[in-house]
C-alpha cells in the first residue's frame, strides 16, 4: 500500500517484497517506512542464503551496511536461531570470529533488543584470528559499540593484543577512563612506545552511547553519538602480529594470563572494520542497525531524526556470494514540499516550427523554488535553450544557493548565464550564488547545449537544488526530451524547414533579453532567407 505525506504528516508506506528466484531458492528484499513524533523509521527485510554485501542508498548516496571490510559484527540478542546461547556470541560477518562469554557475562537489555551485560569480573574472548588484525590493512579501521555505564573506573570496552618483545601490548583498545572519558590507545613494535588518544566528553551517566573510533592513516578520530568528538595526529605505526580479541577486560603489557580493566555495565552491537569509515558512514551507522535473524534472513532498521523540509529517496540493494543481485524499488518521502508539472507551447529553433516544452517546478519549503523550461523535441544537430527560474523568498533568504544541472552527456554547453559561479563538466553544470554578492531573487538562469548529429531517442535532464542544508539536496524533476533525425544545413544544401518570419522576429527578442545566443539568431535567419 501507498500512502501519502500531506504538510508533515506522513504515514506507513510498505513496498512488496521482491524475489529473483536462482537455483530452486531466492535473494529477497523488501523495505517500508513510517513516522513516529521524533524521525522516520526505515525497515529493510533481506533474504539470501549466503550474504555477501548489502548497500543502503539514502538521497543519491550509497552506505555499504554489511561488506567484506566489516570484520567483526555481534548484535548479542542470544538468538539460538544463528547458533547463540547463554555463553556463547555469534559475530555475523564473513569471518566467523565468535566469541565465548566467562564468568558472570550474561545477556540482558540492549540498545537494540538484548545486549551483554558485565558485572566486573568477566569479559567475551574470540580468540586470535588474523581478520581481526586490522591495524595491519595501512593501519586504517574502525572500532564501534554501544555502551551503558555508570563505571568510574577503568573498564576496557574492547581490545585486541599484540605480541612486543615477548611482552603483551595492544594492536588496538578502546577503553572507558575514571573520569568517564573515552581513550583509544595502541602500542607501537618498539613498546613501551605507546599513543593514546581521550574525549573530553564523558560517557558514564548510565545511558546508551554509540562510541566510535577510526585510524586513517596519521590521522585518529573518536566520535559519541554519530558527532565528532576530538581527533589527534601520530605517525607511530602499531603492532600487527595480534593476540587475542577481547570485550570487557584485557591483558596486562606484561603477562598474558592476568586479566585487568574490567568493565561494568552492558555493551552492544559491536563492530569491527578494516577501513576508516566517513563522517556520514558514521553517522549513517550511528542511527541504523543491521541484525541476522537466521541462516537466511537479515533486518536492516534506520532511525532518522530531524530531517527538514525536503525531497528524499532512498532503496536498499543486496547480492549473495554467487553473485546474484536485488534490490528494492526506490521509495520517495516529501516532507513540506510540493511539486507540479505544467505544459505549454512555445517556439523553437531552426529545425522545428513548434514544439511543446515542459516546465517542472520543485519548492523546497517556503524558502526556493527552481523551475525548469526546455523543449519536449528536438532535432538532432541542433540548438536548444535551457532555463532555470530560481526563486528565493526573500524574507528568508538562505546565505547561499547552489543549483547542478545535469544533462545528457557529450552535448556542447554554451551560453551559459552570467552570475553566480559556474562549473561545467562533459555531464553537469554547477552554480553558487551568494546573497551577498548576488540578488539571487526570481533569478533566470539558462545554458544551450549542441544537440549532437545523427542521435536519436530519449534523453534525460535532471538537477537538484541546495540552500545550504546538508541532508537537503531535493531533486528538480526530471524531464526526457526526445531527439529526432535532424536535417543540418551544409553547403548549399537546401533547408528541410521553412522558417516563418515571425520565427525570427521572436529569435531576436530572444537574443536581446538575452536568452538565445547570436549566432543561433544567425543560423535561424539563413534559414529563413533560403527557405
Known sequence: MNKQRIGRTLISITCMVLFMAISCWAIGISASENELSDGIRINTELQASSLDSFVFNWNGKNYSVYDSSLRLAYNFNDNNEIGEASNYAVDISKNGDNGILYDGVSYS?????????????????????????????????????????????????????ATANDLYYPLYSLQLEPTGRINLGFNSPTAPNSYNLITTRSVNDGLWHSIIATRNGNYITIYIDGEFETNGYTEMQPNTAGYRFVIGARNPPNNRDVIVGYYVGNIDEVRVYSRALSANEIHDLYDSEFQEYNATEYRFYKNIAGLPDGVYDYYG????????????????????????????????????????????STTISNKLSVTRSLPDNVSAGSVLTVSLAMDVNELDMPNSVGITENYPTNWNVSNISFGGIAKTSPTHIEWVFWNQSYAVQDRLIYYTLSVPEGITGSYNFTGSADYGVPSLIPTVGRRNVQVTAGCILKGNMPPCNAVALSEVISSINSWSSGQMSLTDVIALINVWAAS
Do not use: C, H, M, P
Not at 538484548?114 to 591495524?135: I, Y
Not at 510540493?338 to 515542459?358: E, G, I, K, Y
Open 317 to 360: 540493494w543486496v547480492k549473495d556470494s554467487a553473485n546474484n543481485v536485488n534490490q528494492t524499488e526506490q521509495r520517495t518521502i516529501y516532507i513540506g514540499v510540493t511539486t507540479t508539472t505544467t505544459t505549454t507551447t512555445t517556439t523553437t529553433t531552426a529545425q522545428t516550427t513548434t514544439s511543446t516544452t515542459s516546465t517542472t
Open 109 to 161: 537489555e540492549g540498545k537494540y533488543g538484548e545486549g551483554l551485560s558485565f558485572n566486573g569480573s568477566g569479559f567475551l574472548r574470540a580468540g586470535d584470528k588474523s581478520s581481526l588484525d586490522v591495524s595491519a590493512n595501512n593501519g586504517n579501521y574502525t572500532l564501534a559499540a554501544w555502551i551503558k555505564t555508570s563505571q568510574s573506573t577503568v573498564g576496557v570496552i574492547l581490545n585486541k593484543g
